[in-house]
């Protein structure tokens, strides 16, 4: 396949040559961790977003015609390997598969927070958890923060959301046109909106566009199409029917809002804006199931992201490159003439969409709070994690205490967990995924090569105590940077003694606890 043009053909052919934007060096020497330095071409004085070079009058009209179309459509808990074109052989996802063809797939794509609205938060600021403000599940993002609403109005876009809108406070992410976003989950709603809202689209500017789908977030639609007998499960499941069956109801929402998907492609090639729109997909965080969702394992921060802009984005292309969805925000305005603010954790990654580069960022980082409140509350885990492409580090804040989530305790239309714990009473490698769920050590180290579902922690290994050190305090480096001043005395603690606490077993207790 031929390649497609260069980064900088890229932008003369969008007219979006970009100014007094550029990356500088991801690390600094100290720290050793992922920053963006202070650029000294954005003033806090300027209008954040706007090409200081930026046409005015006719001239910007014209120009604001040569912008791509931007649509970015999140689905909501989507496990980064459930699509065919990640491996699947089961689900079925048409859909996404097409996109895939068409557009770049990215395999090392991850989610800030393993949590709805943290995540969404991110993705809207551009900035990680603890600087956004909303680490918190519902909590608002910071006063003095701009979202990516704002940056797209200013770069002269009809904004306009369709869809859930998890985010607070609303005021701060002021689209043109919203939709739907009370929508009633199970209506036909998600369905139908956003493809009719593009249909109808006819308006001057170029629009920015933003779809929220409920599935295959739970209650799951029940299954009608699979056969749970034949499904492949993870090796981290515990094998009963009721598992089958709820994977069997999973695998029907994913493709249902597979579904919504096609619909929306179809609108946007029946209104002839394909060849002018950059249409990425990706999902808030993993799926509602145990080591994934709330969890800041591969299977809770690892995001399927795929990106089609024809003519730009070389289709059929598989990019290895590591990036987090706070680089979202920066990117899109890069695509579109903007000069990203420099202080944005997120890093534009429009030079891998444009086949100039293959890498993007060393390491990723991850954290979870959960539900406002103390442990006893649903979904309260809190960890901080780094990943590098070898291995994974977390620090768990709370060691010791249940892990009480939606899944072992609250109704969210699932059976499977009471099979799972039953089972746990007689069968030792059930019992140690039931325990290693619910009760987590101070320290965790995986090798992702030779363990790639996490399930051999290597702390107190002595041939990783190197390792452990270097990310521990790279780890610690980056939480000061976020002012998360709770993790940082945490490491600090490991650190002095030498990480003595860090491979814990599990706390005894009941494995299934109401919430």
Sequence with gaps: MNRTVSRRSFLKKSAVSVFGFSVLPSYLALGKVETLE????????????IDPHAASG????????DKPNIILFISDDHGWQDSGCYGDGDVHTPNIDRLAKEGMRFMHGFAASPLCSPSRSVIA??????????????APIKRDLRTM??????????TAHVGKLHVSPLQKFPYDDVIDRYAIPRGNKYESKAPAFIREYDRKEPLFLVVCTHPPHTPWKKNTTYDPATLDLPPNFVDTPETRSDRANYYTDV????????????????KGMADNTLFVYTTDQGAQWPFAKWCVYDGGLRVPLIARWPGKVEAGSVSDAMLCLVDLLPTFMEACGGNPPAELDGRSFLAVLAGDKKTHREVVFGSHTGNDGAAGIANYCPARTIRTRTHRYILNLQPGTQFDTHITGCVDGTSYWKTWVERAKTDSKAREIVLRYQHRPAEELYDLDADPWEMRNLVGKPEHAELLKDLRERLAVWCRQQGDDLAVERLAELGAKGGREGGAGAASGSAARSC
């Design 149 to 158: 609403s704002q940056y797209m109005k200013e770069l002269g876009y009809h």
């Design 58 to 65: 006719d001239e910007a009209v014209n120009r604001s015609q």
């Design 125 to 138: 600021t551009g900035m990680m958890p603890h600087r956004s403000g909303a680490h918190k599940f519902g």
């Design 255 to 270: 493709t249902l809002m597979d579904k919504i998907v096609g619909e929306v492609l179809d609108a946007v090639k029946e």
């Design 38 to 49: 202070v650029n000294p071409q954005s003033r806090r004085g300027d209008v954040v977003g």
